[in-house]
Each structure stands twice: as structure tokens, then as C-alpha cells.
């Protein structure tokens, strides 16, 4: 018997059934009913992470079913996440799909930008949230120095971040001069969305975080770099920072959704970093123009910590219902021995 089993199964109850002279080795009627016990369900430690299932389980969301909101012109709900809390919140929320981007870096690992995140710490992340995404879509952003030395390169991270990440696509930065690397990635069967516009992973070469599309000459290279990601496979496209009129066109342009984060709502999609849209940081942090923030996590975890650290100094917490009880003669019989130790000394 496993010992994950024996912890789960009280001692008595164990006893009894190993007792019994018609106990074997493999008695799965008799360990599934004390597994399904009540004292088999008690638990003395933090909450199980996964918590209860979401009222309404929705299907898993697929490549097919994107196409279907796009083709149906449904706007396509995107949003980040970066550890299991934010993916499980994104999943039951209703999200149809769910980026560990790298702006973790910024988020979740205190960086300076996402240039410095590493592979092996977005496939931590990509893992993290994965095991709490049951029906959105998950993408998981190809970190920078992981995929542009060579379409070879960016194949072998792109598998990685499936197999190990376990998320079901990849997104990686760049235009027209990506086009061969999206094209390997698809063809060694992983989706992958494409993101052009505002390039973060970039933002030295652009100067720093600019609109991109401002001018008829950048808008049209941003038209063909939308028009060679689709033709080299991308399943959609993340527009970034570009003029809401411009997104349209291009939009109008493709046959494969667009994810607009700053470039209005004539995109197929809307994505935005869920740190940024549900107020989780302190008062006077800067913020991107097109974030709208839609509530005040901080806030209310500053107020709740604050309300504990001064329950806890004035011992109101933890109060009586907070606690375990003792039965009353077994903690007379445990004052006994103390007391008798005390007066031998």
C-alpha cells in the first residue's frame, strides 16, 4: 500500500481492514469507501489549491474553437497569468485563453523587463498555471535568446514549453523576419501565436516602448508582418501599441484572429496583463495608457494583512473557534503529568 494511501486512510481503519482474515494486498472496494469516508476527507493543514470545481464546467477551449469565435466575430477574451492563484482565478472566470507571458518577469520575479526572464523559468511558470487551467486555452511566450539564433533553436524550446510547461501553444515576438521560425514551429505540429507591433522582448531597437503603425510606411510594414505570420502558419496574431484605425485594417486584412492589447476593439480579441487590469500594485505605479483597471487587488490584500498583523499583536486572532479542542480528560490527565514533572524538580 502506497504511503500517499496510508495517509489518507485512518490508522484504526487500516488496522481493521489489514486485521481481517480476508484481507489481500489489493482491496480496492474497501480502500475507495474509506477513502470516501468523512474522517478520510478531514483536513488539519491549508486548503486543498484546487478548491471547488467551477459551478459550470466548460468545455476545453481548442484551436477549433477559437476559429468559431472568429468566425462568428465573438470577441476572443485573453489575459495573463503567471502562477497557479492567477490561472485558476483566469480559468474560472471564463477566459478563452490564458498567456504566461513573459511579462512575469515584471510582474511575479521583480525584473527590470522581460529581456532577463529565462526558459527554465517560464517553463516553471507555464507549469504552474497549467495545472490550474482546465478549459482556456493556453499560451506560453518563447522567452528571449530561446528561439532566434535559428528556426532549430526555437523548435527545440517551442517543445520544451509544451512538454514541460504543458501548456497547448507558444507565442513568440517578431514579423515578416520570423516567418521561417513560426513556419518550423507549426510544422512540428505546435500552434503558434504570432505578436507584432510593440515588441517588448525588442524595445532597445525600437527605442523604447513606442506606438508602433504611427506612419503610412510603418503601417504598412506592420500590414506585411501580419500578412507573413499568417502565411507562415500563426494560428492568430497579438497586435501591440498600434492606432486603433490601423489595427482594424489589419484586422480586415487577415484570416486569422488578432489579439489587440493598445490597439482598440476592432481587433478579433482583447488581451491584457492580469496584474496590471486587477490593480495588484501599489499606489503611483505608472501604467500603459490602454489598461483599464477593473478592480483593486492591492487594496484589499494591504487591508486584510493589516487587519490580521493587528489581531494577531492584540491576541483576538486566533480566537477559540480557530483552534483544535482537547478533550477535557485528556488535557487533565496532560496537566497531571507536567505537574507532577514540575514538583520533582
Excluded at 517588448?200 to 516602448?209: C, E, T, V, Y
Excluded at 506585411?224 to 497579438?238: I, T
Excluded at 499606489?283 to 489581531?311: C, D, H
Aim: include cysteine; charge should be positive; proline fraction near 7%.
Amino acid at each position: 500500500m502506497s504511503r500517499a494511501l496510508t495517509r489518507l486512510i485512518p490508522t484504526s481503519s487500516l488496522r481493521s481492514l489489514t486485521s481481517s482474515p480476508r484481507w489481500r494486498p489489493s482491496l480496492p472496494v474497501a480502500i475507495s469507501q474509506t477513502l470516501l469516508s468523512p474522517a478520510a476527507q478531514t483536513r488539519h493543514s491549508s486548503h486543498s489549491p484546487m478548491g471547488a470545481a467551477p459551478a459550470q464546467v466548460r468545455k476545453p477551449v481548442t484551436i477549433n474553437t477559437l476559429q468559431s469565435l472568429y468566425r462568428k466575430n465573438e470577441p476572443i477574451t485573453m489575459i495573463t497569468a503567471h502562477d497557479f492563484p492567477s490561472g485558476h482565478v483566469a480559468d474560472h472566470a471564463g477566459m478563452d485563453m490564458i498567456l504566461v507571458g513573459d511579462s512575469l518577469a515584471m510582474v511575479a520575479l521583480g525584473m527590470e523587463d522581460t529581456s532577463e526572464v529565462l526558459l527554465e523559468e517560464m517553463l516553471l511558470h507555464c507549469r504552474s498555471v497549467a495545472r490550474a487551467t482546465k478549459s482556456a486555452f493556453t499560451v506560453g511566450d518563447l522567452p528571449m535568446g530561446s528561439y532566434e539564433v535559428s528556426p532549430e533553436q526555437a523548435v527545440t524550446s517551442a517543445i520544451r514549453v509544451i512538454k514541460e510547461g504543458r501548456v497547448k501553444s507558444v507565442k513568440l515576438e517578431g514579423g515578416a523576419e520570423m516567418a521561417p521560425t513560426i513556419a518550423a514551429i507549426t510544422r512540428a505540429g505546435i500552434p503558434v501565436l504570432a505578436h507584432i507591433g510593440l515588441t517588448p522582448q525588442r524595445q532597445n531597437a525600437l527605442g523604447g516602448f513606442r506606438v508602433q503603425g504611427k506612419s503610412t510606411a510603418s503601417a504598412v510594414s506592420l500590414l506585411q508582418d501580419a500578412l507573413a505570420v499568417q502565411a507562415a502558419g500563426a494560428f492568430a496574431v497579438v497586435l501591440e501599441a498600434v492606432p486603433a484605425e490601423v489595427a482594424a485594417i489589419v484586422t480586415g486584412e487577415l484570416s486569422i484572429p488578432t489579439i489587440g492589447i493598445g490597439a482598440g476593439n476592432g481587433c478579433s480579441g482583447q488581451v491584457l496583463v492580469q496584474v496590471d487590469m486587477s490593480g495588484n500594485f501599489p499606489p503611483g505605479r505608472f501604467l500603459p495608457k490602454f489598461v483599464k483597471q477593473y478592480g483593486n487587488v492591492w487594496a484589499e490584500s494591504m487591508s486584510a494583512i493589516q487587519t490580521y498583523g493587528k489581531e494577531v499583536k492584540s491576541r483576538e486572532y486566533p480566537a477559540k473557534e480557530h483552534t483544535y479542542p482537547m478533550p477535557a480528560k485528556e488535557l487533565a490527565e496532560f496537566e497531571k503529568i507536567i505537574s507532577e514533572k514540575r514538583e520533582k524538580l
